[in-house]
Structures are given as C-alpha cells and as structure tokens.
C-alpha cells in the first residue's frame, strides 16, 4: 500500500507529523486520515506520548528481560477486554495473529483454519478455508471435525469497511462453541478504535483469542495475542508452545501505548471522534451515488468507480486519503472540525 500501486504515481515522502497533519520532505502538508493505518488515534507526536518515551529511552531501549512498563501495558489490555486473561507482547499484528494461530492448533490438536476472502490477517503464509464475510452459510459448509479456529476482523477493515451484519458475530460464536472451534478476532485495526474495549465490547460478543496492535503501540512497533487462560498457559515457558522475540515488549512502544490507553479512558474522547467522523462521512456524500461511504466509529471507507482520480484530486487539495479503496480511513482526536469542514469542501470540488 504504502508503495501506491493501487493509485499509481510515486509515494509521499513524509517528513514530518504533528497532530492531524503530515508534511512531505518538498514542504508540502496534508490533513492525514491514514494515521499510521489507524494506529495514531490521538494523532501525530502527541506531546505526552513523545516526552514520556524520551524518559524511557533516557533509561534503555531495550533489555532481554521483563520491564515494568510491559507488566503495566498487559494489565491495561486485560482490564479492557473481559475475554483476555492472559496476554503475550510481541512486535506487529502479523506476529499477533501467526501466535494465536499456532496456539489455537496446539490447544485443539486439529490443523485447518477458517477466514473470510474480506479479511486480511497480517502477511505471513497460512493454509486457510475461505468463507464470506457476513455469510454464515458459507462458514458451515466448511465446518469439519479438523477445523481448529475461525479467525475473522470483526469489522472488516482492509476491503473499505464493511461492519459485521445484525447476527454475524452471535452467529460465528454459536457455530463455535457447537463445534468446539476457537473463535479468534483479530481487532489489530478495531482494538481501542470502535471502542475502549474493541469491537467485543462494540457488539456484545467475546472471542477466545484476540489479536491486537497498532493503538496499543501509541505509533511505535508493537502486537498483542491474549484469551483465555487455559488457552494461553500452553504458550512457554508453561506449557509446550514455542513463542519469543528480542524486542517483544520493548520500553519505547509499551510506553507509548500506556499514555495513549491513559488517554482514552476519557470517554469524551470516543464521543467527539464519533461526533467529527459522522460529519465528515455525511459531508462526503455530496457525491450521492458516485461515493459510497461505510463508516464504524472513527474509521471509514470508501466505494467509488475511479478511486485513483479521487485520491489524487485530494492530495492536490491537501488531503491524504488512503492509497488504496481497500484500506480503511481514520480520524484522529487531533482533527478538529475545521479541519473536517476543510476535507468536505475539498471532496465536494473534487467533481469525481
């Protein structure tokens, strides 16, 4: 994505950030909706964020052994997510969702796993059945006694955004437990996004294993896979699963994502970001038909005919969209409403 073959032409080449803006190494600025791919909620060099992980630093960048700051960060995503008991740092969503995995085959002693064509799980090599999202017909054909895991983005963020129908989860949860499948989410986008709790919290269904990243990284390297503790105790050094790596709960991201969870205890916050994205989203569909807009809390996407002509039509307005119509789009706490009214005025000049 970040190379722009999906638009075409050559990437930013970002110099700098600070708050909901980006600025290009030719001196250029842009209002961002890409955040990191979702992972700035409360947007670029926040000042709290940056002094507390130059505190950190000041003490070591990394160690080999435990730090106090990953015991905090594990402590925080438990409390958040009644479904995680236990919980293992590691450095990016793909780690997250390649630990679940191995840990979901080990627990159930079966081999095959169950996706969604819509849903994108990190880029590591798997062997997967393929459903449809939003379609648990075409998850029960595929239900066998090797089937170990459903492993699904709650909200499907890397095909625009597409939110789960009315009985999706609760149905998903239901043929698990029928089964007795795992039900993985991975909410590495959705975790502390859709809500302070992920989209469980969102939609009222509990997964047995959860992956997670990007927010829980405050804009620094970071992944997280955590359930239930009779799942997680096979993960060593108790049980026989094998799992590490040299910078998994380094000082600098679990810092980072400490101050941002801190902040997003204000509930306010998830209220405004709800309240500024429904303005911009409403504002977009001045287009009508020509710019379908879904939208979940703070994160959006498009549906449009020639994305690459609308995409570039807003760089040159001074707006960064994502580089490609299957990304998803976010606001930060740090856009303001005038920079909303900015990006609507911008999209309804853009005559796509």
């Known amino acids: 994505m970040r190379a722009f073959g999906a638009v075409g032409g050559n990437p930013l080449l970002a110099a700098e950030g600070r708050g909901s803006s980006i600025k290009s190494i030719d001196g250029k600025e842009y209002l961002d909706y890409v955040g990191s791919y979702g ?16 505190r950190a630093i000041d003490s070591g960048s990394s ?3 435990t730090n106090i700051k990953e015991v905090e960060l594990a402590k925080e995503i438990c409390s958040a997510f009644p479904s995680i008991e236990k919980v293992r740092l590691v450095n990016s969503g793909t780690e997250a969702v390649m630990g679940a995995l191995k840990l979901a085959k080990a627990f159930t002693k079966r081999k095959l796993i169950i996706k969604f064509k819509e849903c994108y799980h990190g880029w590591s090599e798997q062997s997967y059945l393929e ?14 006694k090797e089937v170990a895991a459903i492993i699904v983005e709650p909200v499907a963020g890397n095909s625009g955004v597409i939110p789960p129908g009315e009985d999706f ?29 992920g989209a469980q919290e969102l939609y009222g269904v509990k997964a047995d294993l959860t992956c997670l990243g990007k927010i829980i990284g405050g804009g620094f390297p970071i992944g997280a896979f955590g359930g239930k503790e009779e799942i997680m105790k096979l993960l060593a050094p108790e049980g026989p699963v094998y799992q590490a790596g ?7 991201s679990v810092t980072a994502g400490l101050e941002t969870l801190k902040a997003l205890k204000n509930k306010k916050i998830y209220a405004k970001l709800e309240e500024k994205t429904k303005i911009l989203c409403e504002g977009m569909t001045c287009l009508g038909d020509r710019l379908k807009i879904s939208r979940v809390g703070s994160m959006f996407g498009f549906q449009i005919d020639d994305y690459p002509s609308f995409f570039w039509k807003m760089i040159n307005s001074g707006i960064y969209f994502a580089p490609s119509a299957r990304e998803a789009n976010f606001v930060s706490a740090a856009h303001s409403f005038e920079d909303i009214e900015e990006t609507i005025r911008a999209v309804r000049s853009s005559n796509v």
Do not use: M, Q, W
Request: proline share 3%; charged share 25%; with cysteine.
């Open 39 to 54: 992972a700035l909620i409360l947007g670029h060099a926040h000042p709290k964020i940056v002094s507390a992980v130059k």
């Open 131 to 144: 459903a449809r999202f939003n379609d648990l017909e075409s998850v029960k054909k595929l239900i066998s």
């Open 63 to 65: 160690f080999g052994t």
């Open 246 to 252: 040299t910078f998994s709960g380094n000082p600098a």
């Open 169 to 197: 989860l609760r149905g998903l949860r239901k043929i698990c437990d029928k089964n007795d499948i795992l039900l993985i989410f991975d909410e590495v986008i959705t975790g502390f996004r859709v809500s302070f709790g």
